[in-house]
C-alpha cells in the first residue's frame, strides 16, 4: 500500500517556475514507477511524465518536453516534478501516480495522490 500526497501547485505567471513535490509513504516506494499526470476542467486525465523505480530512465509528454524535469530521492519518498517555462496551457490539477510499469496510462496506475492546482496567468 502506498499513500501519496503531492504539494508545491500554485498561482505563477506565464514564464515562471514551480517545482511540485509528492511524498510517499509506505516501504515499497522505491519499487514503484512513478508519474505525473494532470487534468484540466472538462478534459481528460493526460500524461506528463514518469520516471523508472531507480531513477535511471524518464519518459515525458511532448507538450512539455525540454521544459519539465521529472526526479525522485528513494531516500526521501518523494518525486519531483520542476516546471519551468509555464505556460496558460499548463494550467491543471497535477497528480502524482505509482504504478508498477513505466506507462503512460492512467489505468495502469495503482495509487493516486489528492492533486495540487497550477494555474499559469498570462
Known amino acids: 500500500q502506498v499513500q501519496l500526497v503531492e504539494s508545491g501547485g500554485g498561482l505563477v505567471q506565464a514564464g515562471g517556475s514551480l517545482r511540485l513535490s509528492c511524498a510517499a509513504s509506505?516501504?515499497?516506494?522505491?519499487?514503484?514507477?512513478m508519474g505525473w499526470f494532470r487534468q484540466a476542467p472538462g478534459q481528460e486525465r493526460e500524461f506528463v511524465a514518469v520516471v523508472r523505480w531507480s531513477g535511471g530512465r524518464t519518459h515525458y509528454a511532448s507538450s512539455v518536453k525540454g521544459r519539465f524535469t521529472i526526479s525522485r530521492d528513494n531516500a526521501k519518498n518523494t518525486v519531483y516534478l520542476q516546471m519551468n517555462s509555464l505556460k496558460p496551457e499548463d494550467t491543471a490539477v497535477y497528480y502524482c501516480a505509482a504504478a508498477y510499469s513505466d506507462s503512460d496510462i492512467p489505468t495502469r496506475y495503482d495509487y493516486w495522490g489528492q492533486g495540487t492546482q497550477v494555474t499559469v496567468s498570462s
Open positions: 509506505g516501504r515499497t516506494f522505491p519499487r514503484y514507477d
